[in-house]
């Protein structure tokens, strides 16, 4: 794959609140129609990364082009290719959902017939047309996050900056926005995509910029990731809950730190009678281990493997679990 060109790159970013240093030295890119997610705990700088993006915030020091060409006031023109959809919502409750965009609409100078059609457009996109005229008091927290996101489509914009847009969304309307993401995406759209849930930034990136204390901590594919930071295999391993229990196993001599010597195990973690271990090559380490279990005279009731997700990759990078 070839290198795309940048619709957004961020150079040397940062700001303090008084003391604290919410955004420390952050670069990454994003090039033309890719998704990038930008993933870390609470108060790790996401939403003040995208606010400086987006204009809202100016930073203490660093840059930021968009198409390469660098953002220099609040009115520079290139702002206009840029969509925010923000954590909070900002929408009247006693307002129609088509009330709504027309205000958004106007942020953006638009009026008459090119607002009708945007705001027919991003209606459909969203699934909302049929509630259009509904009052969005009336709507459920995934219908207004999806309102949302239609307003940051009004103005077509090249680049949509979307924080944390399913917080608080049930399941349903979260599958509704990701299948509106997907849309957008093959519609060449650059997408950044804040998020703590890993299991979203997996469906949705083809690149992940991990942030934590304000740093990027990690800037790869989720293949990448894997590679460098975890094993690619979970193995699950039940014993039988027979006589030899895992704490006899331990007792034993047979302990987890032996079972960690195995070639191709990279750890290993105990949960009751069940083993949980990783591996790099699925078919000759798991070979491996059953085999050593068995010499060991160890019966395995049931064995599942599953792909590592990037849950492990962040707790290798930070200790810390992303959900914090
Ligand atoms: N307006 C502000 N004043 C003071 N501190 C702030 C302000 N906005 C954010 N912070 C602090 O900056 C850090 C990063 O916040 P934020 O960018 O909102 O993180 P995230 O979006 O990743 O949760 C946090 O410690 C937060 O408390
Ligand atoms: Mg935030």
């Known amino acids: 794959m070839g290198v795309m060109a940048s619709m957004l790159e961020i150079s040397g970013l940062r700001k303090s609140y008084h003391n604290l240093v919410a955004v420390d030295g952050v670069s990454f890119r994003a090039g033309q129609g890719e998704t990038v997610g930008l993933l870390g ?16 915030i100016r930073p203490d020091a660093g840059e930021v082009r968009i198409a390469g060409r660098a953002i220099s006031s609040d009115t520079d023109p290139a702002k206009q290719s840029i969509g925010l959809v ?26 008459g017939a090119p607002l009708r059609h945007a705001m027919d457009e991003a209606l459909d996109l969203v699934g909302l047309s049929e509630r259009a005229k509904d009052r969005v008091k009336e709507f459920s927290g995934g219908m207004k996050r999806r309102l949302n996101l239609a307003a940051a489509l009004l103005h077509d914009p090249q680049l949509l900056l979307l924080d944390e847009p399913t ?32 299991e979203e930034a997996e469906r949705l990136c083809d690149r992940l910029v991990i942030i934590d204390h304000g740093k990027i901590i ?26 030899l229990s895992i704490d006899e196993l331990l007792i034993d001599g047979l302990s987890i730190d032996a079972l960690r010597q195995v070639p191709g195990v990279e750890s290993v973690e105990r949960r009751g009678h069940s083993l949980r271990i990783g591996v790099r090559d699925l078919a000759r380490d798991s070979a491996a281990i059953l085999q ?21 990759v962040f707790l290798t990078l930070t200790g810390r679990s992303l959900r914090d």
């Open 41 to 56: 705990p609470n108060g790790a700088g996401k939403t003040t990364t995208v606010s400086i993006i987006a204009g809202l």
């Open 86 to 111: 923000p954590q909070d919502l900002g929408l009247y409750d006693q307002l129609s959902a088509r009330e709504n965009l027309r205000l958004f609409g106007a942020l953006y100078k638009m009026s």
């Open 167 to 198: 917080v608080g969304v049930d399941p349903q309307s979260r599958n509704a926005i990701f299948d509106n993401l997907e849309s957008l995406k093959k519609r060449g759209k650059t997408l950044l995509y804040t998020t703590h849930y890993m």
């Open 218 to 243: 990690a800037d790869d594919t989720l293949q990448g990731l894997h590679r460098r930071f975890c094993a690619q295999n979970l193995l699950t391993v039940e014993l039988e809950d027979g006589e």
């Open 292 to 312: 050593w279990l068995a010499e060991r005279g160890q019966h395995v009731q049931h064995f599942a493997s599953e792909r590592t997700s990037l849950e492990t």
